[in-house]
C-alpha cells in the first residue's frame, strides 16, 4: 500500500542530544513538509521540500535540520538548540508544490525528559 | 504571508443537532483550500478540497463547505452530527501565488465534541 511512514511512533530525548525523526513515502510525490504541533496552536510548518535537493525554512525553523538527498526520503533533525522540543510532529508529502492535497503520516510524538 | 483563521478553538453540540466550523484565510488570489480531521494521537485525513469549479464541494461522510471568495471564508457544515464526528479539524490553504512555493497553511483547529 502507498502512504508515508513516520518513525518511531513515540521517542524520549535527553536535554542536548539532537534526534532524528524518520518520514519516508512511496507515493513518488515530489513535495513533502515537517509540521510541528502544540495543543491550541494548529499545525506549525518547520520546512518543506519541493524537490529533490531542495528545501525551504518554514515559520519555526530555528533548531530544526532537514535533507532530501532522496525523493522517497524527508528526515527531520531536532537539535539540542531547539529550546521546547517536546511536540507532536507530522510529515506530509503531495504530489507537487501546493497540492493539490497533502497526504499526512501517523506522526511522532517527542519528548525530552 | 497567507494566514488562516478558525474562529472557534471548540464547538460542542448535541447529536442530530446541526454544527456549522468557521474558517477565514487572509488572501483572495489563488488557492486550493482544504478541511482535514484528526483523531486522537493520529495524523491528518482529508476530508474535503476546493481546487476550482463549483464553490461548495461535499465529503462521503455528509460534510460539505463552501468558498466565499468574496469574504474569503471556507466553512464546514453538516446538517446533523454522530458520536463519530467528535474529532479536531483544520482547515487550510494551499497559496499558489508568486513567491509562495505553494506553501500548506494550518489554521489553529477547532474541536468538535458531539454529546449523546
Known amino acids: 500500500d502507498g502512504g508515508i511512514t513516520q518513525s518511531p511512533k513515540y521517542l524520549f530525548r535527553k536535554e542536548g542530544q539532537n534526534v532524528t525523526l524518520s518520514c519516508e513515502q512511496n507515493?513518488?510525490?515530489?513535495?513533502m513538509y515537517w509540521y510541528r504541533q502544540d495543543p491550541g496552536q494548529g499545525l506549525r510548518l518547520i520546512y518543506y521540500?519541493?524537490?529533490?535537493?531542495?528545501?525551504q525554512k518554514g515559520d519555526i525553523a530555528e533548531g530544526y535540520s532537514v535533507s532530501r538527498e532522496k525523493k522517497e526520503s524527508f528526515p527531520l533533525t531536532v537539535t539540542s538548540a531547539q529550546k521546547n522540543p517536546t511536540a507532536f510532529y507530522l510529515c506530509a508529502s503531495s504530489i507537487g508544490p501546493g497540492g493539490p492535497e497533502a497526504f499526512f503520516g501517523q506522526g511522532t510524538r517527542l519528548t525530552v525528559v | 504571508a497567507q494566514s488562516v483563521t478558525q474562529l472557534d478553538s471548540q464547538v460542542p453540540v448535541f447529536e442530530e443537532a446541526p454544527v456549522e466550523l468557521r474558517c477565514n484565510y487572509s488572501?483572495?488570489?489563488?488557492?486550493?483550500l482544504f478541511w482535514y480531521v484528526q483523531y486522537p494521537n493520529q495524523g491528518l485525513q482529508l476530508l474535503l478540497k476546493y481546487l476550482s469549479g463549483s464553490t461548495l464541494v461535499e465529503s462521503i461522510n455528509g460534510f460539505e463547505a463552501e468558498f466565499n471568495k468574496s469574504q474569503t471564508s471556507f466553512h464546514l457544515r453538516k446538517p446533523s452530527v454522530h458520536i463519530s464526528d467528535t474529532a479536531e479539524y483544520f482547515c487550510a490553504v494551499s497559496d499558489l501565488g508568486d513567491n509562495q512555493g505553494g506553501k500548506l497553511i494550518f489554521g489553529q483547529g477547532t474541536e468538535l465534541s458531539v454529546k449523546p
Open positions: 521540500s519541493q524537490i529533490v535537493n531542495d528545501f
Open positions: 507515493l513518488n510525490h515530489d513535495a
Open positions: 488572501s483572495s488570489v489563488s488557492v486550493y
